[in-house]
């Protein structure tokens, strides 16, 4: 399976996680393609730390405005009642609970919930950025991210090695082969995609993953 359809897979379903009303925070990378895939019957507020409330679509190519960009730094629109204020405004929306969900990304995720997704040590990296905030202020964090990396090691682990952005804040994991509850007992496989069997994804799996008997087929 190449990026790409691991990416639409992963992001299209974390779309069905949304409901109207909610205040969303994409992180950058993969998660912005979240927004793609949004029903049209669903209305959702998206925050970018940086300062915004309301973002659109990105814009058509010409018609970017350099001063309307996302915490990624890609061009962004901005919704009719979209408002812009100062990184405090921001982080005080955030901190203080307004954001019902933020989508991140990982370089690796354990069964406590624990994240990491912010440096590798050794190498250079431009910063933690709004996302130490955003795990511990939003009401739910998902993780999108792809089950393996180059080896096909496991990115799923039993305890993150590299250094933690957030302790025991993640709900939900959402990679292409599999939908994975963060709970009190450990990660439960809730979904699974039909193009793998589930003894595949526990193989995939450092983390140890209890297999409910309903475990449902993965839409997207």
Excluded at 77 to 88: D, E, R, V, Y
Excluded at 91 to 100: L, P, T, W, Y
Excluded at 180 to 194: F, H, R, S
Aim: charged share 25%; net charge negative.
């Amino acid at each position: 399976m190449d990026k790409q359809t691991r990416r639409e897979i992963i992001t299209k379903r974390i779309a069905k996680e949304l409901s109207d009303g909610d205040v969303v925070n994409l992180g950058i990378g993969m998660p912005t393609m979240v927004g793609n895939y949004v029903p049209d019957d669903v209305d959702i507020t998206l925050q970018s730390e940086n300062g915004f409330l309301g973002l659109g679509s990105a814009p058509e190519d010409g018609e970017e405005d350099k001063d309307l960009v996302n915490a990624g730094g890609q061009p962004v629109t901005i919704k009719p009642g979209g408002a812009f204020f100062n990184s405090a405004e921001s982080f005080a929306i955030i901190r203080g609970g307004h954001v019902d969900i933020t989508v991140l990304g990982a370089l690796q995720v354990d069964e406590k919930g624990n994240l990491a997704n912010w440096m590798i040590p050794g190498k250079l990296v431009p910063g933690m950025g709004g996302a130490m905030d955003l795990v511990v202020g939003a009401k739910q964090v998902i993780v999108a991210t792809d089950h393996t990396i180059k080896g096909d090691k496991p990115k799923i682990l039993k305890e993150c090695n590299l250094p933690l952005t957030a302790k025991n804040q993640v709900d939900l994991i959402v990679t292409e082969r599999a939908v994975i509850e963060v709970a009190k007992e450990g990660l439960i496989l809730k979904e699974i995609n039909p193009e793998f069997k589930i003894e595949e994804v526990v193989e995939s799996t450092e983390a140890e993953l209890i297999i409910p008997d309903d475990v449902k087929e993965m839409k997207f």
